[in-house]
């Protein structure tokens, strides 16, 4: 609007208007001032284009799909049903939605922003605790992953705090530098940090120089927290020499049958001709947590089948091992033992677990473990299916190779002992305050609040209709202290399966199809729990775009 381009813009495009008086414009105005009523419908089309536009590119974040796929797929199909089930005048209405690839993208970083907000605003003066996490993805870029559970009302809410590049190398420092910045720079306190959760990397876990001590320093209050998964999969690893001989020979069937697209073609022939439940083995990878458990189970399902694949495949000495009775019962255990270990891993898992809850499901698979010791010293292997089914069918005693499995419940105990110390029981205040007795570490004043707490029955009325963070957030209005001291053990996280989650995510949404693309956007829109506004995204986006 500045004079000198309406000047040029009048000499070059009107011409014949550049001596006409000002009373001419004055009355081309007054004009179009009548005409007002039909530029306002024209606006309101374009802004419902808009709207649509925005929930587009939202359905396709959230699918972690491709951007051009609504350019490409979305709009046409959608084009190709309303032209059969209504009108073209409907289809001239679609057409005018902009769907392009960059459009898309511009939308998914715009509501992106507008997520980001609004947890930030819910954020501000609440207490939080954070859950971090490193890893490198396919293009082999560094990412460093934060989650975050803060106090919202009546409730604990979890939500994607941010996902970084690591632009260096991912040292404790610079992963300090990356969440004090996105800290600072959101107006969040590191007064208000409770708790930090990470797995035992020395750059995480180091109590000088890693992560959890240069959050502590400007934390005082933060409680550091090792992953219970990650603790559970280094507890459950170790094998004795005989057990880790019978897993390397299963590894080494399981590689030559699924190496080779041809063997594992004829292997899946051989598993339908012979009327087996699956056709396939597995990999075993030690990344994956689940892993060793599913592959052991499915390698004796299909003991039958590997045994006779091998023995057509000239592979006599190997197969052998599958016929042999002291080596099936092996396998037959440790398929046993690993399917347990895996339903403990699946208990751990999941959003909203807190450590009270987890620490007893820790400790009653430590009770177990001596259960299946005691049990096994007297001969008894009904606590394992496959093994005890596998003696009863061929006839056989346990009683040769009970020693070796003795051996390993032995060392999973200690193991488990060493890496969950049993103390357990100082949550069982907060789990129920109204039967356990009061923690020692307790002050004069918050044990007083407690025993009011618990004298009163209208407290003592919610507590079996409430969630434990709900009932322990009420009773922090009421008796501060008290309620304040067990916000602060429920609100720190327990695992880092969410930054594990996370990474799973941004491994669907950059492929090597999409490897330049920059994830944080899209992976924030695509896992948040907070909805967009949509309305308000379009309304500012038509201010900025008047201006």
Known sequence: MKPTKLRRHIESMHPNYVQKPIEFFKRKLD?????????????????KAQLASYKIAYRVAQCKKSHTIAEELILPAAIDMVSVMLDEASVAKLKTIPVSNDTISRRIHDIANDIEEQLIEKMRGKRFALQVDEATDSNKDSLLIAYVRFVDLESLNEDLLFCKYIPKRATADELFKIIDSY????????????????????????????????????????????????????????????????????????????????????????????????TAVLFHSEARWLSRGKVLSRVFELREQIQLFLQEEGMNELASKFGNEQFLMKLAYLSDIFSKFNQLNLQ??????????????????????ELYGRKLEQGITESFENLTNFSKTNKLTESTVIPCFLEHISALRGHFQKYFPDNSAQFDW???????????????????????????????????????????LGVEREFP?????????????????LCEAGFSAVASLKTKYRSR????????????KLQPRFEQICSEKQAHCSH
């Open 31 to 47: 004009q179009y001032r009548g005409q007002q009523s039909r530029f306002v419908k024209a606006t309101t089309a374009t802004a």
């Open 183 to 278: 800290l600072t720079e959101a107006g969040i306190n590191w007064e208000d940090c409770l708790g930090i959760c990470t797995d035992g990397a020395q750059t995480m876990a180091g109590k000088r120089g890693g992560l959890q001590a240069l959050i502590k320093r400007v934390a005082p209050k933060a409680q550091w927290t090792h992953c219970i998964i990650h603790r559970e999969a280094l507890a459950s690893r170790p094998l004795s020499p005989t057990l880790n001989d019978v897993l390397s020979e299963v590894v080494i069937a399981v590689n030559y049958i699924k190496t080779r697209p041809l063997k594992a073609r004829l292997f899946s022939a051989l598993c339908e001709e012979m009327g087996a439940d699956h």
């Open 348 to 369: 751990l898992q999941g959003k909203d677990k807190y450590l009270p809850h987890l620490a007893d499901q820790v400790s009653s698979f430590t009770r177990k473990l």
């Open 430 to 472: 907060v789990r129920d305050p109204f039967t356990a007795p009061a923690p020692d570490d307790l002050s004069s004043s918050e044990e007083e609040q407690l025993i009011e707490m618990t004298s009163d029955s209208s407290m003592r009325l919610k507590f079996p209709s409430q969630t434990l963070c709900e009932f322990w």
């Open 481 to 497: 202290l008290i309620g304040q001291k067990a916000v602060e053990i429920l609100l720190p996280f327990a695992t880092s399966y």
């Open 517 to 528: 693309l920059n994830v944080e956007h899209d992976l924030r829109v695509a896992i948040s």
